[in-house]
């Protein structure tokens, strides 16, 4: 299994920017399926984004297209989520995830970091 360590989340006004960080180890995270999710409360947890290792397009959720970036530092085994114009509704606990090649769905990574909270002022 992976080890995931989350950073970075805290309070922000709306329309602010916070990046969230990802550390990995145990396996090379360019070797696997890294993702984001989030859970609000009372929701259940949603897939956010994941890093197409392969080039190309980078699957985000709809509500957070062209707001989110996902990008990695396989040098530092690390993943980060950028995150800008943030709305009262991004307010979750963010979750870090690893997983096989094309895993997608909260069912398929089987490593989570311990999450960090994002709560986002109106």
């Known amino acids: 299994q992976v080890q995931l360590v989350e950073s970075g989340g805290g309070l922000v006004q709306a329309g602010g920017s916070l990046r969230l960080s990802c550390a990995a180890s145990g396996r090379t995270i360019s070797s696997i399926a890294m993702a984001w999710f989030r859970q609000a409360s009372g929701k259940e947890r949603e897939f956010v984004a994941t890093i197409n290792w392969g080039g190309g397009s980078t699957p985000y959720t709809g509500s957070v297209n062209d707001r989110f970036t996902i990008y990695g530092d396989n040098a530092r085994n690390m993943v980060y989520l950028q995150m800008k114009s943030l709305k009262a509704e991004d307010t979750a606990v963010y979750y870090c995830?690893?997983?096989?090649?094309?895993?997608?769905?909260?069912?398929?990574?089987?490593?989570w970091g311990q999450g960090t909270q994002v709560t986002v002022s109106s």
């Open positions: 995830a690893a997983g096989p090649r094309g895993a997608r769905n909260v069912g398929d990574f089987d490593s």
